[in-house]
C-alpha cells in the first residue's frame, strides 16, 4: 500500500486516531498496553505492516517518556541489559519476516497472538518466577517476545506474562518493560527504513499519532480511578477478541 494514502484517507486516518486513543487510555488506565489495541485497530483498516511500522515512534517516544519517569526506582540493571539484547535480537529477525512475510499471514498470526493475550488474561495463571529462574529463561523469552514485536508488533503475551510472574513493583516492572521495547525500537527503525516500511510519510504519521495518544493518557488514568478494573478489562477484552474475529474472517474470505 503507498504510503500517501495514509494522507489521503480520510477514514484512515480517523481509525489510526481512534487506534492511538484507545491504546492511550488503556495505559494510563493499567500503565501497559498500547500496541496491542493500536496495532490490531491500525491493520484492520491498512494491513499489519503499515500498523506496526506507525506504532514504531509512538512506542519509542512512550516508553522513553516512562524510563524518564521512573528513572529513580531500583531495578535489576543486569536482568534489564539481558532482556534489552536478547530482545533487540529477536526485534531484527521479527523486521525480516514482517518485510518478507505475505501481509495475510501476519494477519492471521496477529490474530492468534490477540487471541493467546485474551486467554491469558482471562486465566490469569498465579506461576512466580524468582530472579533466579527468570535470568535462566530471559535469552529465549526476550528473543521470542522481540520477534513477535518485530513481526507483528505485539509482544504482550509473551513479555508482559513473563514479567508479571516475576511479581515486580509496578515502578520495577514499567522500567524493566520500557527498556525492552526502546532497545527493539532502536533495532526496528533502522531495520523498517532499510526495508522501506518506516518511510517518511509513515514517520510523520507516527509522529502525528503520539498526540492523540498522549492527550488519552490522562482520561485512561481518570476512567481506571472510576470504573471497576474487572469491567474495564472485560470491556478491553471483548474488543479485541471481535478485531481478532474480524481479521480472521478477512483474511479467510
Not at 66 to 93: E, S
Not at 147 to 160: D, H, K, N, T
Not at 171 to 176: D, E, L, M, Q
Amino acid at each position: 500500500m503507498p504510503p500517501e494514502i495514509l494522507f489521503t484517507d480520510i477514514g484512515g486516518l480517523a481509525a489510526i486516531a481512534v487506534a492511538m486513543i484507545l491504546g492511550g487510555m488503556l495505559k494510563g488506565a493499567t500503565g501497559a498496553g498500547i500496541p496491542v489495541i493500536a496495532v490490531p485497530v491500525i491493520a484492520a483498516v491498512y494491513d499489519v505492516k503499515i500498523a506496526v511500522a506507525v506504532m514504531v515512534l509512538p512506542n519509542l517516544i512512550s516508553n522513553l517518556w516512562q524510563i524518564y519517569k521512573f528513572r529513580a526506582h531500583p531495578t535489576d540493571m543486569r536482568f534489564c541489559w539481558q532482556l534489552a539484547v536478547f530482545g533487540a535480537i529477536g526485534a531484527g529477525i521479527g523486521t525480516v519476516a514482517l518485510a518478507e512475510l505475505p501481509s495475510s499471514f501476519l494477519s492471521l498470526c496477529m490474530a492468534g497472538i490477540i487471541i493467546a493475550y485474551i486467554l491469558l488474561r482471562a486465566l490469569k495463571p498465579s506461576v512466580q518466577l524468582s530472579m533466579a529462574s527468570a535470568r535462566k529463561a530471559v535469552a529465549v523469552v526476550a528473543m521470542l517476545g522481540g520477534i513477535l514485536q518485530g513481526a507483528v508488533g505485539v509482544s504482550a503475551p509473551v513479555a508482559v506474562t513473563f514479567l508479571n510472574a516475576m511479581k515486580l513493583a509496578r515502578p520495577a516492572f514499567i522500567f524493566t518493560i520500557s527498556i525492552f521495547f526502546i532497545s527493539m525500537a532502536f533495532v526496528q527503525i533502522p531495520t523498517q527504513i532499510y526495508y522501506g516500511l518506516l518511510t517518511r510519510d509513515v514517520a510523520t504519521l507516527g509522529l502525528l499519532a503520539a498526540i492523540p495518544l498522549f492527550a488519552a493518557l490522562p482520561v485512561g488514568d481518570w476512567i481506571g480511578r472510576r470504573i471497576s478494573p474487572r469491567v474495564f478489562d472485560m470491556l478491553i477484552l471483548t474488543f479485541l477478541a471481535i478485531l481478532a474475529i474480524r481479521l480472521i474472517y478477512v483474511e479467510m474470505s
